[in-house]
């Protein structure tokens, strides 16, 4: 089953486009940054050719698409033809130039924008690399993988697993150390700490990027 998009076409006789011409205007009409289109039909139907066509039916847009051509036979009968086509649309994206892993912080020398297919990714690929910068991944990337904004979010003030300053008050005592925050948070938001990792953990208050308050 597909979520169908149903198009159809008023045009005056002997003007109608062929499937795969129908179906290259939609992908330009949809995908404006794409400046170069690669379609080839898989598995050609000789259904399509006696039609008379009235309309065509886009299936799921990605790698491999489906055209439902429909028309009436040779009988005046309603008929419909199934047309797929292999599409590839390349336009300038985001890629890795190395392998990280989740929540990894994004700077400049980790990306590159090079000339990659849009229609066989699971997301749109960011076209610029500066968006991305500062930001941390939420799931690991391997080398020459695109980059979408899904992919990314912000950097938390305290970060899990990363080590912090602690400033620690007693009264007129004010003591600093350092520990490791066992989860993220926000400044204002409490967050769990510990000191080695057999310690018992103890909370504290974010005051600002990786320091964090707690009150005796």
Known sequence: MYTAILTSLVLAEGSLPTPQGWLESELRQRYTAVAQWRIRE????????????????????????????HGRDGNGRPAVARRWYEVAGFSPGVVMTRTLGALATVTPDMMAVTQVDVMAQPCAPLSASASAVGMRLLQSRHQGDVLCAS???????????????????????????????????????????????????FWGVVTAPGQVSVNE
Do not use: C, H, Q, W
């Open 151 to 201: 992919m990314l979010g912000p950097v938390p003030a305290v970060a899990r697993g990363k080590t912090v300053i602690v400033e620690v008050t007693a009264g007129a005592v004010v003591l600093r150390t350092e520990a490791v925050a066992r989860t993220d948070a926000g400044v204002g938001e409490r967050v769990s700490l510990y000191r080695a990792s057999n310690s018992d953990p």
């Open 42 to 69: 898989v598995l050609p139907t000789r259904d399509a050719d006696s039609l008379r066509v009235e309309s065509f039916e886009l299936g799921p847009l990605g790698s491999r698409t489906l055209v439902l051509v």
